[in-house]
């Protein structure tokens, strides 16, 4: 097959993320098998206008802000010149609606979450209504298309915007295992250490787990906590951290080469996600991969990657009281916290990027071929 692809950021974007991780590790296995693909992203401060990785064309263009004005451009110029039997869409933002201008080549559209309501937390009232308008237009727009999610999470959430769910097909992220294995892991602090790992951006609701982590404070003073990423919200999360009085107990660790990162979360004890929406809870099951525990909110994608009872906790989304008070359950209980820890273990060892590679292209193969 030849496959077009396009997202606003690819896998060397500083500012990439989760999704850019996803969509990229589904390219490389179809490139590994065989198939040819481009993808057609934003550019960024140092970025080759065209480079090859892993096999994936990649074209790069104007910057992420204007990603949805100027990359539909090039994608409808790569059409005209040449032949194409899939088009992949990636939607983390705003829509690029592939379907507007691909004539007959059939569009799989790969959505590791919507934001919903939940984008008016992040920036103003004028954007988040234009997001919050564009997304509503997918059902109408993509009527036709095929859509790969995540998580069961976020099929609910298409089902619910009206998209039959026969077009929706839940595919499991993946996990570089090897990545997070230590041949001399630390022991875990004493006093517990707690951590959060996000990019930081206020619908996070990184806060949260700083207001969650003052409780536990509380009762034990010996606690520390260290907040990992970075992101536009740093800010106000370090003038929260000071109101909170917690200057010198909480560490913003911004951006940690990825040996300190792995080491950091074998030396922790729990990982909170205070996060409203989820398309799985990526940073979930990285953290389970170092016997980490999870308490989190019980919301989209969360609720999927997190195995309430088993490999963490979880406690109702904004409720930063009932998050503190599941986290020293697993802080007061050492034995629990490696039973939790263990079962963590296994749970992210289900998850490979093969599996989730080889499942995405059966489904791209089927609707490339006319069989879906």
Known sequence: MRILAVNWRDIGDPLGGGAELHLHEILKYAVAEGHEVDLVVSGYAGA?????VDGIRIHRRGHWTVANFVLPKLLRRLLREQSWDLIIEDIN????????????????????????????????????????????????????????????????????????????????????????????????????????????????SVDGAIDAFARIHEVMPGARMAIMGRGP???????????RGLDGVIRMTGHLEWDELVRLLHRASVFL?????????????????????????????????????????????????????????????????DTFGDAARTWAASFSWERCGRESLELMTEIAGGRR
């Open 48 to 52: 080759l206008a065209e480079e090859i």
């Open 93 to 204: 933002k705003v829509p690029f609606f592939t379907p507007l201008y691909s004539g007959d080549v059939p569009v799989l559209a790969v959505i590791p979450h919507l934001f919903g309501a939940t984008v008016f937390r992040e920036t103003n009232p004028l954007l988040a209504s234009y997001v919050w308008v564009a997304e509503r237009l997918i059902p109408l727009v993509h009527r036709r298309a095929h859509f790969e999610v995540i998580s069961p999470s976020t099929a609910d959430d298409l089902a619910s915007r009206g998209i039959d769910v026969e077009r929706i097909t839940t595919v499991f992220c993946g996990m570089e295992h090897e990545r997070f294995a230590l041949t001399d892991p630390p022991s875990r602090d004493d006093p517990p250490l707690v951590v959060t790992w996000s990019r930081l951006r206020k619908y996070k």
């Open 233 to 243: 919200d740093e800010a106000r999360l370090r003038r929260h951290i000071t109101r």
């Open 273 to 337: 996600n205070p996060s409203p929406k989820e398309g799985w809870g990526l940073t979930v099951i990285e953290a389970n991969c170092c016997g980490l525990p999870v308490v989190a909110s019980d919301s989209p994608g969360l609720r999927d990657s997190v195995l309430d009872g088993q490999t963490g906790l979880l406690t109702p989304y904004g409720d930063d009281q009932a998050m503190a008070e599941a986290a020293l359950i697993i802080l007061s209980a050492p034995s629990l916290r």
